[in-house]
């Protein structure tokens, strides 16, 4: 059974002198946020942000993870009867289609919704770099395994798996 926790009572972390206020950013990515920039000089970096990887902040350990609070104004960008493309800022429905999206996979695996809003950061133990560099070295075992490739049930275990191993 995955042992998933989303940290709902946590408060957000506080890197740097800006973590206190609320700017937006013009950007889709997490990495743009002062308080992401901040967060690496404590050894944080973003979570992966692809569908395959929206349970790993669930699973990883509390000691090692945070967030911020996303501040992000995100894009989409279209394209109308072969006119110029058009970089426009998402709507609240982009931003909750976004969110269903990834709650409704994350039942798909058997777990909660995650909360809303949130930017996570993840502190990746030794030797590793980053915590891309452990979901690289989890999906590198999953592949070998003959797992397929894709999020299931079976890979949310064995990735929960491997982190108790890895910490």
Same mark, same amino acid.
């Given at each position: 059974?995955?042992?998933?926790?989303?940290?709902?009572?946590?408060?957000?972390?506080?890197?740097?002198?800006?973590?206190?206020?609320?700017?937006?950013?013009?950007?889709?990515?997490?990495?743009?946020?002062?308080?992401?920039?901040? $967060?690496? $000089?404590?050894?944080?970096?973003?979570?992966?942000?692809?569908?395959?990887?929206?349970?790993?902040?669930?699973?990883?350990?509390?000691?090692?993870?945070?967030?911020?609070?996303?501040?992000?104004?995100?894009?989409?960008?279209?394209?109308?009867?072969?006119?110029?493309?058009?970089?426009?800022?998402?709507?609240?429905?982009?931003?909750?289609?976004?969110?269903?999206?990834?709650?409704?996979?994350?039942?798909?695996?058997?777990?909660?919704?995650?909360?809303?809003?949130?930017?996570?950061?993840?502190?990746?133990?030794?030797?590793?770099?980053?915590?891309?560099?452990?979901?690289?070295?989890?999906?590198?075992?999953?592949?070998?395994?003959?797992?397929? $490739?894709? $999020?299931?049930?079976?890979?949310?275990?064995?990735?929960?798996?491997?982190?108790?191993?890895?910490?």
């Amino acid at each position: 059974m995955v042992e998933a926790d989303w940290g709902l009572h946590d408060e957000p972390s506080s890197f740097g002198p800006r973590a206190s206020e609320w700017e937006p950013v013009d950007s889709d990515r997490p990495e743009d946020l002062p308080e992401v920039m901040a $967060a690496r $000089a404590h050894g944080y970096s973003p979570a992966h942000e692809a569908p395959l990887w929206c349970f790993i902040p669930a699973i990883w350990p509390p000691e090692a993870r945070a967030w911020v609070r996303d501040s992000r104004v995100r894009h989409l960008t279209r394209q109308c009867d072969g006119g110029p493309l058009e970089r426009l800022p998402w709507t609240t429905a982009d931003y909750a289609d976004h969110e269903n999206d990834a709650n409704a996979l994350l039942a798909e695996l058997g777990l909660p919704p995650r909360p809303a809003g949130r930017i996570w950061l993840l502190r990746a133990p030794e030797p590793y770099g980053t915590a891309h560099d452990v979901l690289d070295d989890i999906w590198d075992g999953w592949q070998t395994s003959g797992g397929p $490739a894709m $999020a299931t049930p079976e890979f949310v275990h064995y990735a929960q798996s491997r982190l108790h191993g890895i910490f």
